[in-house]
Structures are given as structure tokens and as C-alpha cells.
């Protein structure tokens, strides 16, 4: 099996009838749909592990604390050493890729994203599988995470964790998993790169204000608005919700590790192959040369790039300032800024891996058409 039927869900063969026994109708929350035994379901809410909530509250903090510390220290070095330089540089390649084959450049391309994001992408994998397994029942029922104020926790939860979009894809995935609020779910996924508090602070240093304003004015208006209306719309998940079990004795590590396998299986085909291919995206039409000196067809341009290629925390800084320096216009460098963060390939596969290829495509294009306004009303 590839990684294509992982994430496109090519057609299955005929599961076995051990397989149809350990499945039922809903295996990892649906049918096998891509041919192998998909993971076996988690234990219920009303698991031993479950039932003693504190567990895993203590856990999960003890993760977040780890992510945000690991995130803040790398944030607060950026912006001594942006202070410093009074400019923001892209990211050293760990890998050079000037001298290498034309076919061989994706793969240290993508071979270098990884070695940048990497730990805080094994952050993530960890907390979406806690958040799917371990988060208390009582939290999860609780009408604070419903509506308005479910976003309004998402989004303090989700800024500072600092996230890229590919990191905090696992996350998203065990959230919904756990929830089914789409709108809570995606504020989160939308506040972590996006509402980013160094990120929006080295915005507000290098660029002119108005254009870090802007910039933050949409971020907002995406991570609220654009996810309250994308969780108003009917959906078919791909995983649907799990009817209610019988009662599982099971320990923590044995939960965790079940958790964490299902959350691995579903997002990161998703997020590898998302990655590849914005590495041959940035590669076959770089930004510089799409966007460089160009006001309505490079606006264009650059901001549906910057919706789908993968950037690592700050990428987008680097890149709009490279763009200004080329003659490109504030609209050309604010799409940058705002798209680029908030959404990519991988995380928009991981939204069609988790909900639906509908609502990845209405994502993508929401996301695209709020930039190109917001840009358009600063041009």
C-alpha cells in the first residue's frame, strides 16, 4: 500500500472476516477504507483511565508545559537575534541542496522541512493522541466548549503552543476526534501558526504597522469567524462518531499507545505527502519569482501558494521581506503573512483524512478568498 491510498482512500479489497469481526461497522470510528485492518477502537469514557480524570489533566499539562517551554525558548531567541540583525533570515538548510540533482532536490528539501519541525511535530502527535484518549469526559460534555466560548478556549489554548500548520494537524485530529466541534477544532488548528504571539510580534518589528495590523486583523477574523462558519456546515465525517462501548480495563500507557497509533495512522501519510509536494511547489515557482515586482496576477499567485505550501514557524516572515526588497506591493506581502501560516497542504490533507475532501477544499478556499479581501482592501 502506498501512501496515495492512505490519504486519497483508493478503493479497498474485501476486508477478511476477522477483520469485519474486530471492525463492526466503525473500526477507528469508520470502515476499513483503504484496505488493511484499520486501528482498533479506543476504550470508552468509561475506561479505568477515564475514570480517574486527573491522570490524564496531569499528563496532558506536563505535555503542554514540555511544547511550550521547548517553543518559547526557540521564540525568544529568534527575536533577540532578529533585534539584533534588524532582519529576519530564512532557516538554514541542514542539507544543501544548490549542487544536487534536479530529482533529487525534493527529498533533501523535505528531509530538511522535517529536521526543522520535527520535535515539535512529535509534540503534537503525543497531545493529539492525550486530547483523543485521556481528556476527562466532563471537560469534553461541557457546554464552556460549545459555540462562542468553545472557540474562545480553543483560541487561548491553541496561540500559545506556537505551532506550525503541519504540527498542530495531530492535534486538530485527536481534538475532533474526541469532540466532533468542528468549529472548536479548526479555531484551534487556525490560533497555533497563526495567532502565534512572536510571530505577530516580529510582524509588528519588521513591517510597517499598518501592514502588522492588517495582518493580525485577518488572522482574527480566521481563526473566529471563518471556523464558526465552517463548523455550521453539514458534513459526513470520514471517521464518524464510535457508539458507546462496553466498559475497558486498560492502563494509561496501553490507552496512550492505542491513541497514539490512531492518531499517527491518520494524519501523518497526510502530512508527509503535503510536505513533499510543497517542497516541489516551492521549488517549480518559488516565491520570489512569482511575486517580485507584480501587484494583481502576482497577488493571485502568491496567495494561493502560500495557502498550499508547508512553511515552518516564521517561514513567512523571511519570504515577505524578500518580496518587499523585490518590489513586490504590501497586498503581495501581507497574503504571505496571513496565508502562509494558517493553513497548508499537509493540514488540509489531514482535514480531508479526518472530515472530508468537501470541507478541505472549502477550507483551503475560504482561507484563500479572506486574504485576497483583506490584501485587496490594503492594495
Not at 33 to 48: E, M, R
Not at 141 to 170: E, F, I, N, Y
Request: hydrophobic share 55%.
Amino acid at each position: 500500500m502506498t501512501i496515495f491510498h492512505v490519504v486519497f482512500h483508493l478503493p479497498p479489497r474485501a476486508p477478511s472476516a476477522t477483520a469485519r469481526g474486530a471492525m463492526g461497522n466503525d473500526a477507528t470510528g469508520g470502515p476499513d477504507l483503504i484496505g488493511i485492518a484499520a486501528p482498533a477502537p479506543l476504550p470508552s469514557a468509561s475506561s479505568d483511565v477515564t475514570r480517574s480524570p486527573a491522570i490524564g489533566v496531569l499528563v496532558l499539562a506536563l505535555v503542554l508545559g514540555g511544547l511550550i517551554t521547548y517553543k518559547a525558548s526557540s521564540a525568544l531567541q529568534a527575536v533577540a537575534k532578529t533585534q539584533r540583525l534588524g532582519t529576519m533570515s530564512p532557516k538554514a538548510a541542514w542539507i544543501a541542496t544548490a549542487d544536487l540533482p534536479s530529482w533529487l532536490r525534493p527529498l533533501a528539501g523535505t528531509a530538511n522541512y522535517f529536521a526543522w519541525v520535527g520535535v515539535a511535530l512529535a509534540f503534537g502527535l503525543v497531545l493529539g493522541a492525550l486530547v483523543q484518549a485521556l481528556a476527562p469526559e466532563r471537560l469534553v460534555r461541557s457546554s464552556g466548549l460549545r459555540g462562542p466560548s468553545g472557540q474562545l478556549v480553543a483560541v487561548l489554548a491553541g496561540a500559545p503552543l506556537m505551532l506550525c500548520s503541519c504540527c498542530v494537524a495531530p492535534l486538530f485530529d485527536g481534538l475532533y476526534a474526541r469532540t466532533r466541534r468542528l468549529d472548536v477544532a479548526l479555531s484551534l488548528m487556525f490560533a497555533a501558526p497563526g495567532l502565534n504571539p512572536a510571530a505577530i510580534f516580529l510582524t509588528f518589528l519588521l513591517f510597517p504597522t499598518h501592514l502588522a495590523v492588517s495582518r493580525l486583523i485577518l488572522a482574527l477574523l480566521i481563526v473566529v469567524g471563518l471556523s464558526a462558519a465552517l463548523g455550521r456546515i453539514p458534513r459526513s465525517d470520514s471517521f464518524p462518531a464510535r457508539p458507546a462501548e462496553e466498559p475497558v480495563e486498560r492502563g494509561f500507557l496501553v490507552t496512550f499507545a492505542t491513541s497514539l497509533r490512531d492518531v499517527t495512522y491518520r494524519t501523518m501519510p497526510a502530512i508527509a505527502l503535503g510536505v513533499i509536494a510543497s517542497v516541489v511547489l516551492m521549488q517549480v515557482a518559488p516565491f520570489g519569482v512569482i511575486g517580485a515586482g507584480g501587484r494583481g496576477a502576482a497577488l493571485l499567485l502568491v496567495a494561493l501558494m502560500a495557502v498550499l505550501v508547508a512553511l515552518p514557524t516564521f517561514g513567512e516572515i523571511p519570504i515577505a521581506l524578500a518580496l518587499l526588497a523585490a518590489g513586490a506591493s504590501e497586498a503581495v506581502a501581507l497574503s504571505v503573512l496571513v496565508a502562509g501560516p494558517i493553513v497548508n497542504l499537509p493540514s488540509l490533507l489531514t482535514l480531508r483524512r479526518r472530515v472530508s475532501l468537501a470541507m478541505a477544499v472549502v477550507t483551503g478556499l475560504s482561507v484563500y478568498l479572506v486574504t485576497l479581501a483583506g490584501a485587496a482592501l490594503l492594495a
